[in-house]
């Protein structure tokens, strides 16, 4: 027993150890639930059976980088969708790996997890340094097991986009402007959403008086996507090709709120029972917050939860004819809960972590879509951050969320195996 206490406190103890077991531990309950159980279950209308091997890692984004390794960028301003909507660093970094004989396949997969990982122990030593190791394990335990972090380990780019942009936070929160510069400009070459680093560098530079060189790596760290529309510019005569291509997923920008507002009312029409559960729990907790200390009554609410979600919440989630994607309630919660989470947090976590968070949410709200938009809110690791702040003050709470969050990770991947549209 005494053994065992002490492997636990070095595990704990250690944020390197930590951070690896938070990625081991949920990475295997994310192949667990594609390999073992996603094969065990019934195929739904429109989805398929999961594929054995490295494949089930492969599915709608992963197709498109795919093929940019393989033909190259292509692109028409004819309003239909083309790969040049995808920006190159992953494609770029499969494309070096592939010449040490891996396929495409093995090789994505592989910098997507390992690039997932390192984003994990960076993220830990950030917040470690400025709230100390509890807060900084319930963060980093919130960023392994949301359950959008399925997309640290498929073929995507969150492990990527997280890595750089964690990084270039990091660093600019330390005044290591050049590191902030560089590590910005793989943000930038990664994913669109990186060039929300330029307006928060330059704002946390006029806040804090700082000198010219932190105005200088915010500008500087635009130089990823500036090559991208470089190289537009050249193949294509167009460079806004990334921009111009949008037409092809969506007919207009700016704020989606017919589109949030259907959703809402068919959460309420689709689950009434569950939609009104919800309301009153969440009035109740609140209400009754000082009193709601006894281990035993906490248990019972968590336990009825999950049940209520199984029962209930689960067959919401797997809608198959969903226009807003599978699990709205999901994203509603993870969307504008996170924005008023970030709020409340905003005098506890580092200035530059907030300003990337609230321009960020600026950019994704209004895109004029509603798919996906909770992905790209996990992207935003300023949550995380707030999120295990709150936790760490209310750690009940935080073993329920997290567990929670383990059920939603497995049936996310469950989905992906089968084909399934998740965000």
């Not at 239909?80 to 790996?97: C, D, E, G, N």
């Not at 004029?368 to 709150?390: D, M, N, P, W």
Request: hydrophobic share 55%; net charge positive; glycine share 8%.
């Amino acid at each position: 027993m005494t053994q065992s206490k002490n492997i636990l406190n070095n595990v704990l103890n250690n944020g390197l150890v930590f951070a690896t077991a938070m990625w081991l531990l949920s990475r295997i309950v994310i192949i667990v639930a594609m390999l073992l159980i996603a094969p065990l279950l019934p195929v739904a209308e429109n989805a398929q059976a999961p594929i054995y091997g490295w494949d089930v890692f492969y599915a709608w984004d992963s197709i498109w980088y795919h093929r940019i390794v393989a033909v190259g960028y292509e692109f028409i301003n004819d309003g239909k969708q083309y790969s040049v909507a995808f920006f190159p660093l992953l494609p770029l970094l499969t494309r070096v790996i592939m010449h040490s004989g891996l396929p495409f396949q093995v090789a994505a997969t592989l910098i997507n997890n390992v690039a997932f990982l390192g984003a994990l122990i960076i993220f830990y030593s950030w917040v470690n340094e400025s709230h100390g190791k509890n807060v900084a394990r319930w963060s980093t335990a919130v960023l392994a097991w949301c359950p959008y972090s399925l997309y640290g380990t498929v073929i995507y780019t969150e492990g990527l986009f997280l890595l750089f942009s964690i990084a270039a936070l990091r660093a600019f929160d330390k005044k290591q402007h050049l590191s902030a510069a560089v590590w910005g400009i793989l943000s930038t070459a990664t994913r669109i959403t990186g060039v929300m680093l330029i307006p928060a560098f330059l704002y946390v530079a006029w806040k804090q008086g700082r000198s010219l060189k932190a105005y200088v790596a915010g500008l500087a760290v635009g130089s990823g996507a500036f090559l991208f529309s470089l190289y537009c510019l050249i193949k294509f005569g167009d460079a806004l090709a990334f921009v111009h291509v949008q037409k092809g997923w969506r007919e207009s920008t700016g704020f989606a709120r017919e589109g949030w507002w259907n959703m809402l009312m068919q959460i309420a029409q689709s689950s009434p029972v569950l939609f009104g559960v919800i309301i009153v729990s969440g009035f109740l907790l609140w209400r009754f917050r000082q009193k709601l200390v006894d281990i035993k009554l906490r248990s019972l609410f968590y336990f009825l939860w999950l049940l209520l979600w199984l029962g209930i919440g689960e067959p919401l989630w797997l809608t198959q004819r969903n226009p807003f994607g599978k699990i709205p309630l999901v994203k509603m919660v993870i969307v504008f809960g996170g924005l008023s989470l970030l709020w409340r947090s905003r005098a506890k976590i580092p200035l530059v972590a907030v300003g990337y968070g609230f321009f960020s949410y600026a950019l994704i709200l209004n895109t004029g879509l509603t798919a996906s938009v909770e992905r790209y809110a996990y992207g935003i690791v300023s949550l995380s951050f707030a999120l295990g702040l709150c936790l760490n003050r209310y750690r009940a709470w935080g073993y329920a969320i997290t567990g929670f969050f383990a059920v939603l990770l497995a049936s996310l991947a469950v989905q992906f195996a089968h084909n399934q549209w998740v965000a």
